[in-house]
């Protein structure tokens, strides 16, 4: 009799000790899926649109000013990789003096006259891959992610075209004269915060490491003609290499 009771308790102990085990060995396994499943659900917003509004904060201590608006789309490309696009108008104002030999000469009554701003408006598209490389550990971590909130780098390339553009000397033509495009390539690295769901920051540093000015016209004459020349960013500056910072307002819809 004492011995069958011994034998039943030892029967209990193990099978509660088997239930323990397997409950652990499941739980673990569950917990285990549960991160393999994070790791595929971690991904930034699908699509994305709406308006901005962006300036480059630099071109203040080089005596020019520019404010760009329009529209843009930023679409996802892998987990953490998307594509944005944007179109919309550069306004900018450069300050700029003009000298000149009164008399055809050099060195001969050389006046100067004060600096005063000058306008021009630009049409630009621009197209740029980004990573955002913080986005997984910022949704770990219970951190903000809403509107692909977060670090990010990316390298946009921006094509260009002046619609207006002030008249420097006697000319008093506002339109051009014949197309031109600039095309800019820089590589870009900031950070994005959204404080609603519908309203976002974003702040960036940029390296211009060239800028292609093409002018293409064509001439009952001359033909068809274009040359390349290096220079900034299209808004009249002469910096053949540029770094600027970048701050952006955008309304998504």
Same mark, same amino acid.
Request: hydrophobic fraction near 35%; glycine fraction near 8%; charge should be neutral.
């Given at each position: 009799m004492y011995c069958n009771q011994m034998n039943k308790r030892k029967i209990l102990v193990s099978a509660l000790f088997l239930l323990a085990v397997s409950g652990t060995s499941a739980q673990e396994g569950v917990t285990l899926s549960d991160t393999r499943m994070d790791r595929k659900e971690i991904k930034v917003e699908k699509?994305?649109?709406? =308006?901005?509004? /962006? &300036?480059?904060?630099?071109?203040?201590?080089?005596?020019? %000013?520019?404010?760009?608006? +329009?529209?843009? !789309?930023?679409?996802?490309?892998?987990?953490?990789?998307?594509? !944005? &696009?944007?179109? *919309?108008?550069?306004?900018?104002v450069y300050w700029m003096s003009i000298g000149g030999n009164l008399f055809g000469e050099e060195? =001969?009554?050389? #006046?100067?006259?004060?600096?005063? @701003?000058?306008?021009?408006?630009?049409?630009?598209?621009? &197209?740029?891959? /980004?990573?955002y490389f913080s986005h997984c550990p910022r949704y770990r971590n219970g951190r903000r992610t809403m509107l692909n909130s977060g670090w990010f780098i990316g390298v946009p390339i921006q094509v260009a075209s002046s619609i207006l553009s002030q008249p420097i000397f006697s000319s008093d033509k506002w339109l051009p004269e014949h197309v031109d495009l600039g095309v800019t390539l820089w590589v870009q690295a900031g950070f994005r915060y959204a404080f609603t769901p519908h309203?976002?920051?974003? +702040?960036?540093?940029?390296?211009? @490491?060239f800028?292609?000015?093409? @002018?293409?016209?064509?001439?009952? #004459?001359? *033909?068809? *003609?274009?040359?390349? %020349?290096?220079?900034? !960013?299209?808004? *009249?500056?002469?910096? %053949?290499?540029?770094?600027?910072v970048e701050l952006k307002a955008a309304y998504v819809f």
């Open positions: 699509a994305l649109q709406g =308006i901005y509004l /962006r &300036t480059e904060l630099l071109q203040c201590f080089s005596n020019s %000013v520019s404010l760009d608006m +329009g529209y843009f !789309r930023e679409d996802r490309l892998a987990p953490t990789f998307t594509l !944005r &696009t944007l179109a *919309g108008l550069c306004h900018y060195h =001969i009554n050389y #006046k100067e006259t004060p600096k005063k @701003p000058y306008y021009g408006l630009n049409l630009a598209v621009e &197209t740029a891959p /980004r990573w309203f976002l920051l974003e +702040g960036s540093a940029s390296y211009t @490491p800028f292609a000015f093409l @002018p293409l016209h064509t001439s009952a #004459k001359w *033909g068809y *003609g274009g040359y390349v %020349v290096l220079h900034k !960013r299209y808004d *009249g500056s002469d910096a %053949v290499e540029h770094l600027e």
